[in-house]
């Protein structure tokens, strides 16, 4: 069933206090449910809806009478009370759950051998019955008894005020959460758990208690999560003026989770691979992972749960925000240009495709099926970056005025995206004109510039126009709202001080102080329209959009010439990266044309220079030289053709990295032997950068067949001393096949085969291969021991994995397809969230050729006509069908 934001209806019934009693068993748990409900109207006895899914219910009484058939009335996904009385009045409910049988790790589950929840989006009626929409918010107490050896630890939300043995070998704790909550940030744990004690004390001097629970073999990983727990809290009372508001703050890390991790308030719940860590064990970008995901679960207490979603369409509300709060702590803790690089490229990655095809939906969906299929990219990612546009046009001090705006007027509440708009605009008395737009239309926008120099009037032009492609239920669009931020360099690469500029005609803003301007933000809200800059004196080379201010597709008329020339000289870190990137994909798009033609391959001495000069600038981040001598991914060039063309596309950046591999082989044997080191590992960023750089030449030289190379390759392996080094050098061994690979991958599962985190790794290298045909190995990985379809992130690496190897998963013979849709099938009788996750991959079919458009659609076609679908994969499956 379709659900649609335009049907929001308030609830006819308040729920004011909720306590909850579970007795966790072997066969079986009981939860008790005793809520205080409240008509919203005085009087208007409209039957209670209560929404409860694979409950068995025991019983149920309005003020302590015993409702009997008839005085309720139950079907498959609720609980009517059809009669009650009018006033406030005390529900109680009993019912009986199965959490043992429950592998779509959503509700109450157990995940090796401890119990554990997850309620977002819509998992606590599987709980029990209940108004389950975040706008009901409550106060909760929840009383867990078990048996003492198996469950020793329990928690909930909120304080501890009661525990006790029992007979029987049981005992019992009793929580309290002080603050109100919608029932998606309930939480419990119960299980063999031990914890990593600390404390913290907030700026107003509250001494709060923090935990990191694990198995007791975990402990000595939480380190770092502890470290990152305790920035998150400092950061946020620096930056935002948020404090933490109860004595005592929970992390517990379970190794079955469907997601990354989930914000109960006071008891965050953590999939482990985003909390475990070690030097042996985790990677850089596993420690840079965790530090984000901490920070984004810890930031959620203020943006999320002290002010919350109305319903489920405004998840950006939450989420967009929240993921902007963790880009912008990671930001400040590590190096911001280089953070900016790894968001924009995850945003063209992954959203941009998404945006274009079609699953596309705005940042605020208008209509979903299962709301799960809703925590998307867009939603977070490009929602994150809506967050970004105001603080672009609002400069820190306007946006920190709007966010305590927000924070002052909505504590407490449930509320909407324009909630927050509105908390932006009136901290600033700014005019947002048509902004709110990003919220509703969905697709990326194509903004075209072409620029021109008027040397006697000594002005400069740039021309702005701009189109939102269609998509699914949105066929015409208006134009949007886009800052672009921009400067003008001068025939040195210096930023020229800007003043005037007007917009049509009228004068639009003016440098003022005493300081001079280098960039400016244009706002551009037209279909077309024209800025000039005044006092320009020379012709420039404009630097657009710097930063990446909006989250468009920007075409200019920049030559070859102009690009090289910001490579070399932008201000703009952000910009220096794009413009290396804009003349990479350029590049490869003229290598594809060839590579159709049966042409021989080029690469342009031009580019190879460029490379070169980054590569030895030593006065440049070294992490921001590994991320600019990287070529774009394959995706993000096919997503730019008529007909994606996986194996020209990969042919290509095949070609090119072996070519400068070696053109620029003594500059990558130098790097290498520079920057390693066998000093004990630490997390900063300049360490980090280095290994980064140091990995990146390492995997280009991998691409050369040469002996001295395998050798050093090898050598890089063995002599590790940290899990960075050591997968790094692994995976340039196993680019090519041969004994020198298999010897290596058997080598290291042998070595980390007791670690599951570490194995998912190297499942992931090995279905991720570009080796043809490998879905074979793909095959034979499913029956390895150490694989089970149960768990998430196993599912994740080899699964998901395969499908991130586009040569492989789009083979032309449809194995890959064919494989995709078996699983599919397969997956979804166990998890249908993760499932459907899966069968994403499947939804853009339709920008390759013929061939396999009928293959992927046929494997499309068998997913939908499969026994007892759920509605998650039936969605994602049938909405890519209809385009
Ligand atoms: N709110 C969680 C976060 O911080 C994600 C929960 C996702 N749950 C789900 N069923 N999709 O991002
Ligand atoms: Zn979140």
């Not at 070998?169 to 990593?196: I, N, T």
């Not at 809290?233 to 004595?247: A, I, N, P, S, T």
């Not at 075209?448 to 120099?453: C, H, I, P, R």
């Not at 998901?800 to 449809?814: L, M, Q, T």
Request: charged content about 25%.
């Amino acid at each position: 069933k379709e659900i649609f934001l335009k049907d929001y209806k308030l609830p006819d019934y308040y729920f004011d206090t909720v306590d909850l009693s579970f007795l966790l068993g072997e066969e079986k748990t009981i939860v008790s449910a005793k809520i205080c409900v409240v008509p919203r109207v005085d009087g208007a006895a409209s039957p209670l809806v209560l929404d409860g899914v694979d409950l068995k219910l025991i019983s149920v009484k309005i003020n302590g009478n015993e409702l009997k058939e008839g005085d309720f009335h139950l079907d498959t996904r609720h609980l009517i009370l059809t009669s009650p009385p009018s006033g406030n009045f005390i529900s109680e409910t009993v019912t009986e759950i199965l959490p043992q049988k429950n592998t779509s790790l959503e509700g109450l589950y157990k995940s090796s051998g401890n119990f554990c929840t997850q309620c977002e989006a819509e998992g606590f009626r599987k709980i029990t019955f209940y108004q389950d929409r975040p706008d009901i918010m409550a106060k909760y107490t929840c009383r867990i008894e078990a048996d003492k050896s198996l469950y020793p630890v329990l928690l909930s939300n909120g304080n501890l005020i009661e525990q006790g043995d029992l007979e029987g070998g049981k005992h019992f704790a009793l929580w309290e959460d002080p603050f109100k909550k919608p029932c998606y940030l309930f939480a419990l744990v119960a299980g063999q758990l031990e914890s990593r004690d600390d404390t913290f004390s907030t700026c107003s001097g509250r001494k709060v208690t923090l935990r990191i629970w694990t198995p007791p073999e975990d402990l000595p990983k939480t380190e770092h999560a502890m470290y990152s727990l305790k920035a998150s809290m400092k950061w946020d009372e620096d930056v935002f003026g948020r404090e933490y508001d109860l004595d005592i703050f929970n992390i517990v890390s379970v190794p079955d989770f469907n997601m990354g991790a989930m914000e109960n308030k006071s008891l965050n719940i953590f999939n482990s691979k985003l909390v475990l860590a070690s030097p042996e064990t985790a990677t850089d970008a596993d420690y840079a992972a965790i530090l984000g995901v901490i920070g984004h679960e810890y930031f959620h207490n203020w943006t999320g749960n002290r002010v919350t979603c109305r319903d489920w369409f405004q998840l950006s509300l939450k989420e967009g925000l929240t993921v902007f709060r963790d880009q912008e702590f990671s930001s400040d803790l590590g190096s911001r240009t280089v953070k900016r690089i790894g968001d924009v490229s995850k945003l063209r990655t992954y959203q941009f495709p998404q945006d274009a095809g079609p699953m596309a939906h705005p940042v605020r969906p208008h209509s979903y099926i299962k709301m799960d299929n809703f925590y998307t990219v867009t939603v977070y990612e490009k929602g994150a970056e809506v967050v970004r546009m105001y603080k672009t046009l609002l400069g820190s001090q306007g946006f920190r005025k709007g966010t305590d705006l927000y924070f002052e007027r909505h504590d407490g509440q449930a509320v909407t995206c324009e909630d927050f708009f509105a908390a932006m605009r009136d901290a600033n008395d700014a005019d947002f004109a048509n902004f709110l737009l990003w919220y509703s239309q969905a697709g990326t926008p194509v903004v075209n510039v072409t620029s021109s120099y008027n040397a006697e009037a000594c002005t400069f032009s740039l021309k702005f126009s701009q189109t939102l492609p269609p998509t699914p239920g949105q066929p015409v669009k208006e134009p949007m709202f886009i800052p672009v931020a921009a400067g003008l360099l001068d025939s040195n690469g210096k930023d020229m001080p800007l003043s005037s500029i007007y917009r049509d005609g009228k004068l639009e803003s003016v440098a003022s102080g005493s300081q001079p301007v280098y960039t400016t933000v244009l706002r551009v809200t037209k279909a077309e329209e024209e800025f000039v800059f005044a006092d320009v004196p020379e012709k420039p080379v404009p630097s657009l959009l710097r930063g990446y201010s909006a989250p468009i597709r920007l075409h200019s008329d920049l030559t070859d010439d102009d690009l090289f020339f910001l490579l070399a000289h932008d201000s703009d870190g952000f910009n220096r990266w794009e413009a290396g990137q804009i003349l990479a994909r350029k590049l490869m798009l003229s290598q594809v044309v060839n590579f159709q033609k049966d042409n021989a391959l080029v690469l342009d001495p031009q580019f190879v220079h460029g490379i070169k000069c980054i590569l030895l600038d030593s006065s440049l981040d070294k992490e921001f030289i590994a991320k600019a001598i990287t070529l774009p991914g394959e995706g993000e060039i096919m997503d730019m053709m008529e007909v994606a063309d996986t194996d020209a596309v990969h042919a290509v950046r095949k070609f090119i990295r072996k070519q400068l591999a070696s053109e620029l082989k003594q500059e990558f044997l130098n790097l290498v032997k520079e920057k390693r080191s066998t000093e004990k590992y630490v997390f900063d960023h300049a360490n980090m950068a280095r290994r980064a750089l140091k990995n990146t030449a390492l995997g280009y030289l991998a691409s050369l067949e040469d002996e001295e190379i395998t050798e050093l390759v090898l050598h890089e392996y063995k002599t590790a001393t940290n899990l960075t080094d050591q997968f790094s050098a692994l995976a340039a061994i196993a680019q090519k096949p041969g004994k020198a690979r298999d010897d290596a991958l058997a080598d290291f599962y042998n070595q980390w085969q007791h670690d599951y985190l570490v194995v998912n790794k190297w499942f992931a290298l090995q279905s991720s291969s570009d080796i043809p045909g490998n879905v074979e190995n793909v095959y034979k990985l499913l029956t390895h021991p150490a694989f089970d379809l149960k768990n998430p992130n196993k599912v994740y690496s080899l699964i998901g994995g395969f499908c991130a190897s586009p040569v492989n998963f789009h083979a032309k013979d449809g194995s890959g397809y064919k494989f995709l849709g078996e699983i599919v099938v397969q997956l979804d009788k166990l998890n249908p969230q993760v499932a459907s996750r899966m069968v994403s991959a499947f939804s853009r079919w339709k920008r390759y050729d013929e061939t396999r458009q009928n293959l992927a659609k046929a494997q499309l076609e068998m997913i939908v006509s499969a026994n007892g679908l759920s509605e998650n994969v039936y969605e994602i499956a049938s909405k890519s069908l209809a385009v």
